[in-house]
């Protein structure tokens, strides 16, 4: 499907503003330093709880931090 919507998100941007670490943020969340690592690559697309998890830990609602590009 050549029009399939892919979920892009600003978390290493936001992350980085908030001086926060790939580690720090893992574990604020509750989740390896490897999976937020993922995430930020857009190798791995967050769940809707860990998605929803991410903005509240970093003060941002869902479509500051995720969009589909």
Known sequence: MEDE???KNYLKEV???KNL???Q???LV???R???SSIETG???PTAK???ILCIALGKKFEELFYFG
């Open 30 to 32: 509750g989740v390896s």
């Open 50 to 52: 860990l998605a929803l």
């Open 15 to 17: 992350r980085t503003e």
């Open 21 to 23: 670490s790939q580690a």
């Open 5 to 7: 919507l892919i979920l």
């Open 43 to 45: 190798q791995f697309n």
């Open 34 to 36: 490897n999976t937020i």
């Open 25 to 27: 943020l893992a574990k």
